[in-house]
């Protein structure tokens, strides 16, 4: 590595274009054109020595170099946030609502509520747990202040990262060599739900829907007994299931978008502000 100190500004640019997938949209995210963060970004590169990033089919892609360092430098910028709270924290006062789905909640609010926790102990925190498709019309409406959700369309939010769709169930079962194949799914108008259907009927395999709920807790429930297969997010597949794929007969499932929304009010509340930068910073980008 070069002598050369790492600015925060080419690590926020770094952080943002593994968030977004782009350097256009790392632009927007960070105020900047995208002829100044693609400079940011060579000055970083300089700087390490090494190429950080790679262009991928779909978005960027990290290089083990890059890697590395996103740890670094998320790291980086959540102390020098702190460093700023512990300045200027008593200054931000307040309540926030938070929502999320339940299957979201561990992976990715754990380390958002540990920080926020720590930096804003005059900010009062309401966790909401509901499913997107109910998080959505309460953040519009103005009952929550920011969400967490799993994206509806393109343009819903900012996108904090992708989260893969798994088949699981019980190997003492087998429910998977079933025909009619029961499953047990998300709820209606929900991505996740669309998108298990829509790929087994590409596959043309008979199916029935035999548990239908937003509870992750019931799809546990209905594969672990063996009554179905079940559609979990990989971040809340438990070691007790067994991730399930093309090769027991089941369709590839895609990804879901998750995306960070908020309410006309929450952009004009200091506590509602500090929370949304903190979930930018902590989430954007991460794949569990």
Not at 224 to 231: F, H, L, N, R, Y
Request: proline content about 5%; charged content about 20%.
């Amino acid at each position: 590595m070069q002598s050369s100190d790492l600015q925060l500004d080419w690590l926020r640019a770094f952080v943002a274009i593994v968030n977004t997938g782009s350097l256009t949209a790392a632009a927007h995210q960070v105020h900047r054109s995208q002829s100044a963060v693609s400079m940011q970004m060579k000055k970083l590169e300089e700087a390490v020595g090494q190429s950080l990033l790679l262009r991928g089919p779909r978005h960027m892609l990290l290089t083990a170099a890059g890697t590395e360092l996103l740890g670094h430098a998320r790291k980086i910028l959540d102390i020098h946030t702190q460093a700023l709270a512990a300045m200027r924290g008593h200054e931000v006062i307040g309540r926030v609502s938070l929502g999320v789905p339940d299957d979201y909640v561990m992976p990715y609010l754990t380390p958002v509520l540990r920080i926020f926790s720590g930096s804003y102990a005059g900010v009062e925190v309401t966790l909401v747990c509901e499913q997107s498709t109910a998080l959505i019309p309460k953040v519009e409406r103005g009952e929550i202040d920011i969400a967490v959700i799993t994206r509806d369309r393109p343009d819903r939010g900012i996108l904090i990262g992708r989260e893969r769709l798994v088949w699981v169930g019980d190997d003492r079962y087998e429910a998977w060599r079933r025909n009619p194949l029961p499953i047990a799914v998300h709820e209606l108008g929900s991505q996740a739900r669309g998108a298990v259907l829509g790929a087994i009927s590409a596959e043309r395999r008979a199916y029935r829907v035999v548990y239908s709920s937003p509870s992750v807790a019931g799809q546990l429930t209905a594969a672990q007994s063996g009554m179905a297969v079940a559609v979990l997010t990989q971040s809340s597949l438990p070691g007790n299931l067994k991730a399930l794929d093309t090769r027991h007969g089941l369709p590839a499932l895609p990804e879901l978008e998750i995306a960070l929304i908020r309410s006309k009010q929450a952009e004009q509340s200091p506590a509602a502000i500090a929370m949304h930068e903190q979930i930018l910073r902590t989430l954007q980008g991460a794949e569990c």
